[in-house]
Nanobody, 124 residues
Framework: QVQLVESGGGLVQAGNSLRLSCAVS????????LAWFRQAPGKEREFVAG????????RYADSVKGRFTLSRDNAKNTVLLQMNSLKPEDTAVYYC?????????????????WGQGTQVTVSS
């Protein structure tokens, strides 16, 4: 079982930045993938970005490419999502998720472990 705890959400104006953090604990493996999803009111949960345990492979949704960047702090077992040039449409609850099969899937249903979510609100 993997435990995930997100932090770093908040309220910012459009054009500004936020950094989300996902702390990972519990039973992990070298095959695990860490991904970020988001869910806005009335919308389905959507993939934002993902990274493999090694950190060598990343994947981003087209809507955030060039603005969001994933990084890992292996010493702290933490994955960071740096979000720059934020837009009002980025407003959502952001969730961290883990999958132990080593493939970065964009389908939220395949992820077995989830954090509690952190709210990101971008004002225009």
């Amino acid at each position: 079982q993997v435990q995930l705890v997100e932090s770093g959400g908040g309220l910012v104006q459009a054009g500004n930045s936020l950094r989300l953090s996902c702390a990972v604990s519990g039973r992990t493996s070298t095959n695990y993938v860490l991904a970020w999803f988001r869910q806005a009111p009335g919308k389905e949960r959507e993939f934002v970005a993902g990274v493999t345990w090694s950190g060598f492979t990343t994947r981003y949704a087209d809507s955030v490419k060039g603005r969001f960047t994933l990084s890992r702090d292996n010493a702290k077992n933490t994955v960071l999502l740096q979000m720059n040039s934020l837009k009002p449409e980025d407003t959502a609850v952001y969730y961290c998720a883990a999958d132990l099969r080593g493939v970065i899937s964009t389908v939220y249903k395949v992820y077995a472990s989830w954090g509690q979510g952190t709210q990101v609100t971008v004002s225009s």
